[in-house]
């Protein structure tokens, strides 16, 4: 098989794994992958995934990777609320909830983490389709929880402050009650109550806007 002929074939996938070559070339000699490696044509990853080394990098790619490379799982946290403009940052790691236990990937395009959560919140996230590939990213509401309750440094007030959440995208995109709904699937007390001081935190900020 020539490289011509194989990228022609797995070239709109983006990213595939040697198990996407068995399926559609039973016999395929494994050595050409390393032959295109040593050529500049591919990149490895990780865990059998390669990507194509002509295909530009973006987030929504990096996005899809991360949902590639450690199944199940979906974007969340910070890279979720930089998504959304909930947080001022831009964020280099692409963080994932899933199941599975939590593990760090560094590859040669960029770092992807996975933080465990049990399976019984592991929901909350929808399919966004661009060039008919899906990403698996966490709704606003559940990238917000997500973050609260995996983040053990949130005590205080001034704590919450301190993640200088975007109050203009909170009260204009939140969906507040299914963010309760969700909240309540934890049956965390120490979650509620950072849900608390999110909810105290908007009301101060309304507050001061009203006042202007």
């Known amino acids: 098989m020539t490289y011509h002929q194989f990228r ?3 070239h709109g996938l983006s990213v595939f794994s ?3 070559v068995a399926k559609l070339f039973p016999d395929f000699d494994s050595r050409r992958l390393v032959e295109w490696q040593q050529k500049g044509y591919l990149k490895k990853l990780v865990n ?6 002509d295909i530009a990098m ?5 996005y899809r990777i991360s949902n590639c490379l450690y199944r199940p799982s979906y ?3 910070e890279s979720a609320l930089s998504h959304y403009n909930l947080i001022p940052e831009g964020v ?8 599975r236990k939590t593990i760090l990937y560094e590859t040669a395009i960029g770092s992807f983490q996975y933080r465990n959560i049990k399976s019984g919140v592991f929901f909350g996230y929808q399919v966004d389709r661009i060039n008919n590939l899906p990403v698996l990213m966490a709704d606003p509401e559940k990238a917000i929880l997500d973050f609260l309750y995996l983040t053990p440094r949130i005590k205080t007030m001034a704590d919450m402050e301190g ?3 975007n109050i203009a995208e909170l009260n204009n995109n939140i969906d507040w009650g299914k963010l309760e709904k969700y909240t309540a699937c934890f049956e965390s007390a120490v979650l509620n109550k950072r849900i608390e001081l999110l909810k105290k935190l908007k009301t101060h900020a309304d507050a001061i806007r009203n006042r202007k």
């Open 48 to 53: 059998k995934w390669y990507l194509f080394s």
């Open 92 to 99: 280099y790691t692409i963080q994932n909830i899933t199941t």
């Open 8 to 10: 022609t074939s797995f």
């Open 58 to 62: 973006d987030d929504f790619l990096r």
């Open 163 to 165: 993640l200088r959440l």
């Open 75 to 77: 974007i969340s946290l």
């Open 18 to 20: 040697t198990r996407d």
